[in-house]
């Protein structure tokens, strides 16, 4: 996997909105910090290449972003986002922030579904 560089100059803007985060961030970070989801450490507001996820686990190569009213218009400029990181070999989910507050379990389940897939091509892979 090719090295993901970032902006540094974001660091301090990454700080700042782990300090704001929305509710649904909260209430997700809750859920996946720590190892708590199959033992994989997550990451919140980490800066890759000149943006910041919401969440990203190294281990994965997984980046969860939360679709919420920050994104309201946006959608061409998340696609071209999500394209160029994508080269980095990185998988996206994204979960709309109303999923996460009212139906956090399946959000969960989704994510370790996608983790058990995941672990399975490793295994099959040469």
């Known amino acids: 996997m090719k090295h993901i560089p970032y902006n540094k100059k974001l660091k301090t803007f990454s700080q700042e909105l782990r300090n704001k985060s929305t509710l649904s961030e909260i209430i997700l970070w809750k859920k996946i910090q720590n190892g ?7 990451n919140r507001q980490k800066p890759l290449l000149n943006y910041i996820v919401d969440f990203y686990c190294k281990e994965l ?56 897939n995941f672990e399975k091509s490793i295994k099959k892979s040469p």
Do not use: M, P
Request: charged share 40%; glycine share 4%.
């Open 36 to 42: 708590q989801i199959k033992g994989y450490k997550f």
């Open 61 to 116: 190569n997984l980046v969860i972003e939360i679709d919420g009213q920050s994104h309201d218009n946006k959608y061409h400029a998340d696609i071209k986002r999500q394209k160029e990181l994508e080269e980095y070999k990185l998988y996206f989910l994204r979960f709309d922030d109303r999923k996460i507050k009212n139906d956090v379990q399946n959000v969960i389940r989704t994510i370790e579904i996608w983790i058990d």
